[in-house]
């Protein structure tokens, strides 16, 4: 049975907390690599589906939707709509129809999801939300991090904020009082973090490039 590490339950407990205020809550997940941030994601979207309530999950690239699908399909089995734009028009259109219909609940994809009409749209996870790739640099020029925002803004929900390397932006946010902040600075197994070593680039040898030191 998987146990929760109390810095998981904490950040549970919180968003779920501001899940039940029905109001605009922007969150900074700060958990490392390892920490278990997903887990987080799954439990406050449970919370959410429990209520009646909808959720979405957007991930930076669309390799990265396939890994997570299976996880949220494992926790919510067919109500999870699938939207990006490596799947074919009709693909796209069957999800967004699932949407519409009210047949699924939870929508998942890179950043053209931010558009998708979730029904009573109450959670937002914007995961790796550093990623420049959430930038769409076309028409309609638009920042699918900056949007999730706005969104949850607009429809009082609680939106997340999840990173291992924060965006100065969303950190500045946290660090003055505008967004919730939420530390996981351990990791959710036994695993030990990788040993670093400080080097002074300054007062060591260097390979033939000049970029790299020889340790």
Request: aromatic share 6%; glycine share 8%.
């Amino acid at each position: 049975i998987f146990k929760h590490t109390d810095a998981q339950k904490e950040a549970i407990q919180t968003i779920c907390n501001a899940l039940d205020k029905k109001q605009f809550s922007p969150i900074l997940l700060h958990g490392i690599t390892g920490s278990g941030k997903t887990e987080i994601y799954l439990k406050s979207i449970e919370h959410a589906i429990k209520h009646g309530l909808g959720a979405l999950i957007l991930v930076p690239e669309i390799a990265l939707t396939t890994q997570l699908k299976a996880r949220v399909e494992a926790s919510f089995g067919h109500s999870v709509a699938v939207y990006h734009s490596g799947l074919t028009e009709r693909e796209r259109r069957d999800a967004w129809q699932r949407i519409i219909d009210g047949r699924a609940t939870i929508g998942l994809g890179a950043r053209n999801a931010i558009f998708l009409p979730i029904q009573n749209l109450s959670l937002i996870v914007v995961d790796e939300e550093h990623d420049g790739a959430y930038k769409h640099d076309a028409t309609p020029y638009f920042n699918a991090r900056d949007l999730a925002i706005v969104r949850a803004k607009y429809g009082q929900a609680v939106v997340i904020l999840g990173s291992a390397t924060p965006s100065l932006q969303s950190y500045v946010h946290a660090q003055e009082g505008r967004y919730t902040y939420i530390s996981l600075p351990q990791r959710a197994t036994s695993q030990s973090l990788p040993t670093v070593t400080m080097i002074d680039m300054s007062q060591t040898p260097k390979t033939g490039s000049g970029i790299i030191s020889v340790p």
